[in-house]
């Protein structure tokens, strides 16, 4: 079992974290895809999906920049089709178990949000029954800053005023979750969900101190023995 002790605050990510953005991200590729054809590029859907888990793997930032580049010839077409795709944020959905682990888990910690997200991240979680849990957001659209920054990280702990060692990130992404955060003293753990499960481990500093499959994982994890029953 993990040395929790110490632990007050459990920092989220958002994007394939406590929400599902698969939908969105798929449907921008598929976007991609039909103005791919409509301009005469033979693209198919399956290949960009394989090439955006390349991105991953590659730590590339933006999966979708790198597909216009490598379909797309003409640099006219990439900048009118570019011009013309929608991320679709209505697409997104909170994990089926994002309540239930947030509400047990709030009962044992206090609950910040780290995420690079476009503005009017407190109304979604609000939408979603999230935010009644969440006592410190830091989102990269209201802090002009974004990650892997670790300046958004220093901005929460501020807010918290919470010390590094009494917190802990929880994310997808090695290189915007993992790295920044353990830099900072904080602890770390890695969610393999979303293309950012995608993401090898390079190093001892790019290794989170725990991995969880799912959200449901946390609660073991997190919860004291002599409580678990009674958070369960």
Known sequence: MPDIAGLKWLFFDVGDTLVDEWEPVDDIIGQFVREANDYGYPVKIE???????????NYEQWPMKVAIRTYIHDEDHRIQIQDKLKFHKELEQPFPSATKVLEQLSHHYRIGIIANQSP???????????????HV????????????????????????????EEAVMIGDRIDND?????SLG???????????????????????????????????????????GKSI
Request: hydrophobic share 40%; with cysteine; glycine share 6%.
């Open 178 to 182: 993992i790295m920044p955060a353990r």
């Open 137 to 164: 957001l830091a989102c990269s659209a209201e802090e002009g800053v974004s990650k892997p920054d670790p300046e958004l990280y220093a901005v929460a702990l501020k807010q918290a005023g919470c010390a590094p």
């Open 47 to 57: 290949a960009v999906r394989e090439l955006f888990a390349t991105c991953y793997r």
């Open 120 to 134: 009017g991240t407190e109304a979604r979680l609000e939408s979603y029954g999230l935010r009644k849990y969440v």
């Open 186 to 228: 904080l602890r770390t753990i890695r969610i393999l969900q979303g293309y950012g499960r995608f993401q090898p481990e390079l190093s001892d500093d790019e290794r989170a101190d725990w991995t969880v499959e799912s959200l449901d994982e946390l609660l073991p994890l997190l919860i004291p023995d002599e409580d678990a």
